[in-house]
């Protein structure tokens, strides 16, 4: 056991954190996206939300002060009647780990899945909100 390391981390979540270099992109996907067929390396986090997931790796991860938006999500589909309620926790969560933040980017849906190709790793959650894929790029520790 490790002090100050959020439990929901596995020793593998933990390994490819630390193995990942500046610029590497991490995706912290929702239960429909399709994670084991688009993943390089695959992290299960099976019975978390993608908002507890992102609350943890938060507080390890440093995010790229070298781009405009480190944060990335998935745009609603146009004709697609949602207003992703989640994208406000998210919000909360990054503007509090990282003063830098000035919004998130938006990507199309298949141009998400197709940068999420060339991510580092992806972690699969349980999450059910629509819409609630997240990709990080990350920073440098200074």
């Given at each position: 056991m490790l002090k100050n390391i959020p439990s929901i981390l596995s020793p593998d979540l933990l390994k490819i954190l630390m193995e990942m270099g500046h610029g590497d992109e991490l995706v912290i996907a929702d239960g429909n996206f399709p994670a084991a067929s688009i993943a390089q390396r695959l992290v299960r986090l099976d019975g978390h939300g993608v908002f507890e997931v992102l609350e943890a790796v938060m507080k390890l991860f440093p995010l790229d002060p070298y781009v405009e938006k480190p944060v990335s999500l998935m745009e609603v589909v146009p004709?697609?009647?949602?207003?992703?309620?989640?994208?406000?926790?998210?919000?909360?969560?990054?503007?509090?780990?990282?003063?830098?933040?000035?919004?998130?980017?938006?990507?199309?849906?298949?141009?998400?899945?197709?940068?999420?190709?060339?991510?580092?790793?992806?972690?699969?959650?349980?999450?059910?909100?629509?819409?609630?894929?997240?990709?990080?790029?990350?920073?440098?520790?200074?």
């Open positions: 004709g697609d009647n949602v207003k992703p309620v989640i994208w406000e926790s998210y919000n909360k969560i990054v503007s509090e780990e990282y003063k830098r933040f000035n919004g998130f980017e938006f990507i199309e849906r298949f141009a998400f899945y197709e940068r999420a190709k060339k991510a580092y790793a992806v972690i699969a959650t349980s999450e059910s909100a629509l819409y609630a894929n997240v990709i990080l790029k990350k920073g440098i520790v200074v």
